[in-house]
């Protein structure tokens, strides 16, 4: 509790998320541009061999930097909610558990 209320609001900055779930984002796409590269599906090849002049290099590499961003400020942004979730129901728990004693101790 003690480590999240003094870290919550550092948490919740989209740079520090993108840059912490960068690793997970590139877990996606790797395997993607390997897939790509390998050369394992020969009619894709010679379309793209034939189209080596139109901008589809460009395309790929902004769709994994796209797909690289969101999945690394989605996963950390989730998990981040999730957190904050946790910590709010601990803290409505504590502050119920203090009225109650507060309560009986008045009896």
Known sequence: MDYWEKNRDK???VLRQL???LPL???FVIPIILNFS???Y????MWA???ADDSVGTTLAIAALIIVVFVA???KRHRWEMNEQDYRELEAKQANEK???????EL
């Open 38 to 40: 390998s050369g394992w």
């Open 42 to 45: 020969k009619r894709a090849n």
């Open 19 to 21: 840059f912490v779930g």
């Open 99 to 105: 009225s109650e004693t507060s309560a009986a101790k």
């Open 25 to 27: 984002g590139l877990l």
């Open 73 to 75: 400020i989605f996963s």
């Open 11 to 13: 948490e919740k900055k």
């Open 49 to 51: 061999n034939g189209h």
